[in-house]
């Protein structure tokens, strides 16, 4: 069992940067596939960026590739966002996820941190 606590959200200016964090409890974190999802206000939940166990080959989707960067530190049961050059269009709730390494989907959520990026 994995719970997620996002923080780090906030209100900032187009071109701004913010940091996310998402801290995970149980021993297990390091075996974990960690995910960064949003939502704006509509039905879709967007994919952000996902990292692996061993921080290898992260993914991004093509809206946020080059301007964000997932990373984890497994000592710390933590993983990060790293967000530049922010755009109106990134505001959205974000939300935290894990997987569990051979699981078909993300089963793990935190409940999210609010994004604002003001024009």
């Known amino acids: 069992q994995v719970q997620l606590i996002e923080s780090g959200g906030g209100l900032v200016q187009a071109g701004g940067s913010l940091r996310l964090s998402c801290a995970a409890s149980?021993?297990?974190?390091?075996?974990?596939?960690m995910g960064w999802f949003r939502q704006a206000p509509g039905p879709e939940r967007e994919f952000v960026a996902a990292?692996?166990?061993?921080?290898?080959?992260?993914s991004y989707a093509d809206s946020v590739k080059g301007r964000f960067t997932i990373s984890r530190d497994n000592a710390k049961n933590t993983v990060y966002l790293q967000m530049n050059s922010l755009k109106p269009e990134d505001t959205a709730v974000y939300y935290c996820?894990?997987?569990?390494?051979?699981?078909?989907?993300?089963?793990?959520w935190g409940q999210g941190t609010q994004v604002t990026v003001s024009s």
């Open positions: 996820a894990g997987q569990r390494i051979g699981a078909p989907q993300y089963g793990y």
């Open positions: 149980g021993r297990t974190f390091s075996s974990y596939v």
């Open positions: 990292i692996s166990w061993n921080g290898i080959s992260p």
